[in-house]
């Protein structure tokens, strides 16, 4: 009942900067967090940067200073600024909304995930 649909990976130099977007659509009645996760091989998945509707903002510590999490929430859409990338931050990056649906009666929580866009950074 929610879609995220993602964009911005792909292949980039150490060093190098890419940004990630991801778009929210279906019944939503009110998105509260927005987040990107990150998932290398052989690891497990880990929270990269989350953004509550006020703006609050939360880093994983190996990205602090480098990315940048933002949010338009006119168009459910969240982004990611990933600066001075390193090869470590290769990995698949998912993105995560939190929020309540419409339904005929009710609001209900949702939690959703989008499909995952692949970054790489070489060094």
């Known amino acids: 009942q929610v879609q995220l649909v993602e964009s911005g990976g792909g292949l980039v130099q150490a060093g190098g900067s890419l940004r990630l977007s991801c778009a929210a659509s279906g019944n939503i009645f009110s998105i509260n967090v927005m987040g990107w996760y990150r998932q290398a091989p052989g690891k497990q998945r880990e929270l990269v940067a989350d953004?509550?509707?006020?703006?609050?903002?939360n880093y994983a510590d190996s990205v602090k200073g480098r990315f940048t999490i933002s949010r338009d929430s006119a168009k459910k859409t969240v982004y990611l600024q990933m600066s001075s990338l390193k090869p470590e931050d290769t990995a698949v990056y998912y993105c995560?909304?939190?929020?309540?649906?419409?339904?005929?009666?009710?609001?209900?929580?949702?939690?959703?995930w989008g499909q995952g866009t692949q970054v790489t950074v070489s060094s």
């Open positions: 995560n909304t939190k929020g309540l649906i419409n339904t005929h009666f009710v609001k209900v929580p949702f939690d959703s």
């Open positions: 953004i509550s509707s006020l703006g609050g903002t």
